[in-house]
C-alpha cells in the first residue's frame, strides 16, 4: 500500500457528497481521492471536478479492476448493497459503507466471511460510535464497570425523536439525470416471512432506529436481549447479558427542527447522560453530563471535550486507521448482523402481539 490510501468511491449521491467525500477530502495527508463509480455521467463528471478525482467509471466493476484503489466507499441505497458489497470484498477492496448493512442478517454474515477470506477490511458506517462524546461516555462506562467503584450497571434508557437529521447542510450537487440502469438493479427484499405491512414496519426500523439499536449495544459494553414491544411500537424493553434494563422510546414527538437523542447510562451510585446531535450537524460532540455520589452527597461535571468535530469525519479517520492496521477497530459486520436480528425479532414481536405498524 502506498503511503496515503488511495481510495475509490462507488456513489456520489447527496450522503456520499456530503457526509463521506467532503470528509476524506480533508484528510489529504492520509489518503487519496482516485476513482469515482457512479451510474449518472454528468453528476459523476461535477463531483469528480469538486474533489479532484481523476478517474471516473460507469459500473462499480471498472473501479474494482483499478489497480490503483486500496479501498472503497460505497454509499447508496442499503437494498442495493447486495449488488456491490460482495463484489468489492471479493476484488479484495477493503470497504465502508452505510448502515443498515443490507435487509438481511445472513447476507451481512455471508459478507462477513468473505472479508475474512479475503483479509480485508469490511466496515459499517455507524458514525455516532465516532462521535467524541459517546467515545468519552463509551471509556467512562467501561471504566466504572472494571472499578466496581459506583455499584454495578443497572439501566439503559434511550429516548429519540428527531426531525432535523440534515441540520441545515451544505448542499450537494445535482443533476436532472434518472440513474439509469441503477433503476432496473433489483433491491434486496426483507425477510420472507414478512407481509407487505410488515415488511414495510421492518424497512423503516433497519433504516432509521438501527442507529440506537447499536449504539445502545456499544455504550452498554455488551450484547442485550429484547424482552417486550409496546403495542403502539413506540417502547421497546429489553435486557442485557449482565442483567442490566433497556428502554428504547421511539418517535415520541415529531416538533420541527429538532434532533432529541438522549442516553442516559445509570449505575448504583453514578450516572452519564449523552445527548447526540443531528446526524449531518458538523462541528458539534455530543453532550455529556456526568453525575456521581460523594461523601457530601453527589457533583455534577460536564467535561472538556477536545475541539468540537464531526462524528462522520471522526467516522471517516476510524477508517483510514483500520485499512493500515488490517482490520476494524470492532466486529463491525458482526454488530450490523445482530442488529437486523433484534429489528426482525421486534417485528415479529410485533406481529405475534398484533400491535400498530406505524
Known sequence: MSEKIRLGFIGAGFMGQIAHMRNYARLKDECELVALAELRPELARKVADRYGIRKVYRHHHELLADGDVDAVVAIMGYRLHHTVVPDVLAAGKHLLTEKPAGCRASSVRAWKAIAEDKRVVYMVGYMKRWDLGTRYAADLVRGWRASGEYGKLTYLRCTMSGTDWTWNAEGSIGTAERPGDFAELPA???PEQFGPVEAAYYDMNINFYVHQVNLIRFLLGEDYRLEYTHPDSRVLVATSESGAGVTLEMGLSAIPQTWDEVYRISFEKADVELGIPAPLRDQQNGDVTVRRTTGRGYDVTRPNLPVPSWSFFEQAKGFLQAVRDGRPPFDS??????????????????????????
Request: net charge negative; charged share 30%.
Open 188 to 190: 434486496e427484499p426483507c
Open 333 to 358: 459486520a458482526g454488530e450490523a448482523a445482530r442488529d437486523l436480528e433484534f429489528i426482525e425479532q421486534q417485528t415479529a414481536s410485533m406481529c405475534a402481539a398484533g400491535g400498530r405498524m406505524k
